[in-house]
């Protein structure tokens, strides 16, 4: 609405009435008292901020419009990307505009000094003008559209990065360089900061159980704050921590994995997760050591397969090391820990690598490139150090070896407070922080310690990232996906990937007597242990919360136990005991017993264990059973543990490591639906005093040497 108190309307009273609409008008384009968002204006006020600005100066106001109606279409409006216009055009737009005749007071106060005919004329001119101002207002829109290129999806994608670039303030380009966490993050935080980016730290999730729209909803919240910023930036969401099937030495299937991983983020909205891991884990009591696939670098090399799968194919022409994610369905893929981060001392987590740069860059550097060549777009910088400093200050290995040499053109992240972590004790000068993390080549993290120079770099590459995922085209999520989320299809796929990440270390004494596969028809099973009934446990770390969980009731699945179930005869019968003595086991006869134990769930630095053993009651359990039937002992772990001391008790030995939800792949080759195949991704080692031990190491000498793995046939009765 246009505001005019009593002493413009009677200024004008005060002049020749033929030229009071010229007074009007001429108010209106000088915009006073106050300014309207068309032709240029950056500022609109509501009816309550005029409303109380005049009274205040004891000024009663007037308008041309019905106040409230006006007020509340301003209030409700929602806060899109394009420019506002003027409260009073707004409503000529909705065609809620209040005919002449019904004006009230306002034209009462007019109707002393003009008839109704001029009334009617001054009326329908002010309309004219109104109509005036809508037009300018869309010439004005038309024109700024024309003119943004970075908009338009046909221009070259350098060309848009460049023009959005040179529009940007310090603080929107500082914005677009920050993460922050779902829990402070809002529709008005991301609008009032610019915020470039939001995520789920371990277990920050929008609510208990969330469904797949709740997530959906919150991420299209924040999605919306960015819409309304000036530039209309869309953020990145990134709310997984992605780990995956480790053990199968196949990167055609772990792709597949990634293909339906992808969907399955997409289904609630996020674009981007922090997978893969590619570090090289070369020392089993490093806490993280189940994200990684292998203590053998080529391996590991291999197995970044899984971009692709989560990313899309790169195109054949596609310049290398620039990122690509291709479509609705795809994600953004984070190549992590920048690096080193699998050989740190005593597999410590967050620990100094000591090593020179020829064993860096033969161990713990391929993966990278591999990943790069197959169109990442992010890299994470590792907590550790290298000889000393800090990963997220190592200028030279991330400025000059990952962007200069390897030619990474995708954006480099920190981890989790990481540039905090760059001082001793954390925290003690962020200011010095700041300016190592980003000096040193992290893109995401006012002050002018930092050169615009490197700031503008930074940003061209997070806005490269943004095109190429398409998603200033299509920012918000698609509901469509949602049916994606725990698909039979994809848990099929799942169930696939535990079968063959099985790995069989011991099957009887000898070769020519056999433990497994299990008969399904006979007469009584024992299934015994702690892991055979817990979801929470065979999914482990990073599941749903943090540190994992306990329990069948935080997400879906099949147990192991239901899965034997499942699988034996009809008339076999299947006894479950989680702790069982030797009393128990004296008075009861069973043909075989199946003993599943392993690690209670852990992740980063809560599971560094610098013995590797099991916990005393698993011991217990197969001491117990296996000392009093014929056993087959199944180790639900993310790494190799301490067995030697119960080998010899032990009938047949299942590397089984976190088959996650799908505990019916285990039940699938136990009893010979499918064949043993899994080879060993790691060495297992006899005592923790020969760690660490790495195949093609002088000392090597391993229980169960890297690349090792019995295999069976599938039995031909099932």
């Known amino acids: 609405m246009k505001y005019f108190s009593n002493k413009h309307l009677l200024d004008c009273v005060n002049t020749r009435k033929s030229n009071l609409l010229q007074h009007v008008k001429a108010v209106h384009l000088q915009q006073k008292p106050f300014s309207c968002s068309f032709s240029g204006c950056s500022k609109t006020f509501s009816y309550k901020h005029v409303r109380d600005k005049h009274e205040k100066s004891g000024c009663h106001v007037y308008a041309y419009g019905d106040f409230e109606e006006a007020d509340e279409q301003f209030q409700s409006r929602p806060r899109g990307g394009r420019k506002r216009m003027c409260p009073t055009v707004e409503m000529l737009v909705r065609k809620r505009v209040t005919p002449p005749d019904q004006f009230g007071p306002e034209t009462e106060f007019l109707s002393q000094f003009f008839s109704q005919e001029e009334m009617a ?56 360089m920050t993460q922050i966490d779902r829990s402070v993050a809002s529709p008005e935080v991301m609008y009032k ?59 055609a299937l772990v792709k597949r994995i990634g293909a339906a991983t992808a969907l399955e983020i997409r289904a609630t909205g996020i674009h981007f997760t922090f997978a893969p891991c590619v570090a090289v884990c070369r020392d089993p009591r490093w806490g993280r050591c189940y994200e990684s696939y292998s203590e053998d670098p080529k ?73 790069i060549i197959k169109g990442v777009a992010s890299v994470m910088i590792s907590y550790s150090s290298w000889n000393g400093v800090k990963m997220h200050a190592n200028h030279e290995l991330i400025t000059g070896f990952l962007k200069g040499s390897l030619g990474f053109k995708g954006f480099v992240i920190s981890d989790w407070q990481g540039i905090d972590m760059i001082t001793s004790p954390s925290h003690s000068n962020y200011s010095y922080s700041i300016m190592k993390g980003i000096s040193a080549g992290i893109d995401t993290v006012k002050n002018k310690i930092i050169p615009m120079s490197r ?88 599941t749903i919360q943090w540190q994992g969980h306990s329990g069948n009731n935080l997400t879906q699945g099949t147990t192991v136990l239901s899965a034997l179930r499942n699988t034996v005869a009809p008339e076999t019968r299947v006894v479950y005991k989680k702790n069982p003595d030797a009393k128990f086991m004296k008075s009861n006869n069973f043909s075989h017993a199946i ?31 296996c000392g009093a039937a014929t056993c087959v002992v199944c180790l639900i772990t993310g790494r190799p543990v301490v067995i030697k001391p119960y080998l010899s008790i032990i009938d047949a030995l299942v590397a089984a490591w976190l088959p996650g939800t799908e505990g019916q792949g285990v039940a699938d080759v136990l009893f010979g639906d499918y064949g043993f195949t899994g080879k060993l991704p790691r060495t297992w080692f006899k005592s923790v005093h020969q760690l660490p031990m790495n195949v093609g190491d002088p000392h090597y000498d391993p229980l169960f040497p890297y690349g090792y793995g019995l295999t069976t046939q599938p039995t031909k009765a099932n």
């Open 121 to 176: 004329e001054i009326l329908i001119s002010l309309m004219g003008l109104l109509l005036l101002c809508l037009c300018i207002e869309i010439m004005t829109m038309t024109a700024e559209a024309e003119c943004m290129k970075y908009k338009d999806p046909n221009q070259p994608l350098n060309t848009r990065i460049n023009d959005l670039l040179s529009r940007m303030t310090l603080e929107e380009k500082i914005g677009q």
């Open 193 to 251: 900061y610019n915020i470039g980016s939001v995520l789920s730290g371990g277990g920050s999730v929008p609510a208990k159980n969330a469904s797949a729209e709740t997530w959906i909803r919150m991420v299209n919240d924040f999605q919306n704050g960015s819409l309304s910023t000036r530039l209309a930036i869309p953020l990145i969401y990134e709310g997984v921590e992605c780990t995956n099937s480790k053990s199968t030495r196949d990167p």
């Open 299 to 371: 391996l590991v090399q291999a197995m970044t397969e899984i971009i692709p799968g989560l990313q899309g194919e790169i195109p054949a022409n596609s310049r290398k090391g620039v990122p690509y994610v291709s479509g609705k369905d795809k994600v953004a893929a984070c190549a992590k820990h920048y690096v080193g981060d699998g050989g740190t001392a005593m597999g410590i987590n967050e620990n100094n690598v000591v090593i020179d740069r020829h064993g860096l860059l033969s161990i713990h550097m391929p993966p990278y490139p591999s990943a």
């Open 455 to 542: 700031i503008d770099d930074a940003v061209k590459i997070i806005l490269r990232v943004k095109f190429t995922m398409g998603i200033f085209e299509k920012p918000l999520a698609d509901l469509r996906l949602v049916s994606q989320l725990g698909s039979q299809e994809h848990r099929e796929l799942a169930r696939e990937a535990v079968r063959r990440s099985l790995m069989l270390l011991k099957n009887g004494e000898c070769a020519e007597k056999p433990i497994l596969p299990l008969p399904k028809k006979t007469s009584k099973i024992l299934v015994a242990g702690t892991h055979a009934d817990n979801l929470g446990y065979q999914c482990g770390g990073w």
């Open 595 to 625: 003993v599943i134990v392993g690690e209670p769930p852990y992740a980063e630095g809560a599971g560094d264990n610098p013995n590797l053993t099991i916990p005393k009651s698993s011991r217990r359990v197969i001491r117990n059973v």
